[in-house]
């Protein structure tokens, strides 16, 4: 009797290990690379870098050249199709920018990923990308935004949609970003 309980909890303790071997590697898988060996897991290291910290969480949204990619979403259904030679720069958005760009999917952070072309699978933005960037309602140049403090910004709005582009600009532009201050 006492071997059969003693048996059966040893059973238990191995299933439970292995469930948590398997689910703890899948959310690492979701930022595995396109490489083989160590570059595989660079985004991975990136990650776990910036948890220590507190810059970003372990479930980050990866954004590549302007395309976010959700760990719940696209990541999990398609994986990030990305080697580590293509990656010109990762960045880490503060937490309070990545959520008034990208919604509360980014609560656990968000890295931008440039990479050294465009013709990476699913890119929406290029270098020739028109975007307008309004403060408030006046407007400012790229370098202009950059040098925003990220804790005066109230709110982001991206506006994609040509008809509501429209009430802002007539020219063609392929969006408007609309930042608000405290």
């Given amino acids: 009797m006492a071997k059969d309980i003693i048996c059966n909890g040893f059973k238990t303790t191995i299933k439970l ?73 990762v960045e880490v958005l503060k937490k309070e920018v990545g959520i008034g760009i990208y919604g509360e999917s980014a609560k656990d952070g968000v890295l931008l990923l440039t990479t050294r072309s465009t013709n990476i699978k699913d890119s929406a933005v290029s270098d020739t990308t028109r975007l307008l960037i309004l403060l408030g309602d ?20 991206v506006i994609k949609d040509r008809h509501k582009m429209d009430q802002y600009t007539r020219e063609d532009y392929d969006g408007v970003i609309i930042i608000r201050l405290k």
Avoid: H, W
């Fill in 17 to 89: 290990f292995l469930a948590i071997l398997i689910f703890g590697s899948c959310t690492a898988n979701r930022y595995l690379l396109t490489d083989k060996g160590a570059d595989r897991k660079f985004l991975i290291n990136i990650i776990k870098e910036s948890s220590k910290y507190g810059e970003i969480q372990k479930k980050p949204v990866i954004v590549v050249n302007g395309t976010p990619y959700r760990y719940d979403n696209e990541l999990k259904n398609n994986g990030l199709q990305v080697s580590k030679k293509e990656i010109k720069n």
């Fill in 138 to 157: 006046q407007e400012i140049t790229e370098s202009e935004m950059e040098k925003i403090n990220p804790l005066d910004v109230e709110s982001i709005e």
